[in-house]
């Protein structure tokens, strides 16, 4: 089973990887635990990992006004693993991008 959906790239994700070039974010699968995501990455991407950290993050609610009046609804909850490579090694999340 896949645990790893796609890499986080946000900014503040990259200034982490700035100041520490062996650490990457992913958005993995609510039921995914730490074992499960360090093989698929060592897997998937060939390198040595040493530590995977987990930040779970619930759906907020949400609501705003328009002219049809009060619209509700609510983000999707998440789960977030901060992988830690072994020095040296290094991910290229944009290798397999076509143009």
């Given amino acids: 089973m896949a645990f ?3 890499p986080l790239v946000t900014e503040k994700m990259t200034k982490i990887t ?3 070039p062996n650490v990457y974010g992913f958005i993995v699968a609510p039921n995914a635990n730490k074992v499960e995501i360090k093989k698929e ?3 998937t991407f060939n390198v040595t990992v040493e530590d995977v950290n987990t930040v779970r993050y619930a ?3 949400s609501r705003r006004y328009t002219k049809a009046g009060l619209v509700r609804g ?6 977030k693993a901060i992988v830690t490579l072994k020095e040296g090694e290094e991910i290229d999340i944009y290798s397999n991008i076509e143009i």
Avoid at 74 to 79: D, E, G, R
């Fill in 59 to 61: 759906g907020k609610r």
């Fill in 18 to 20: 700035e100041k520490r």
């Fill in 4 to 6: 790893i959906i796609k």
């Fill in 74 to 79: 609510q983000k999707s909850a998440y789960k």
């Fill in 41 to 43: 990455v060592e897997k």
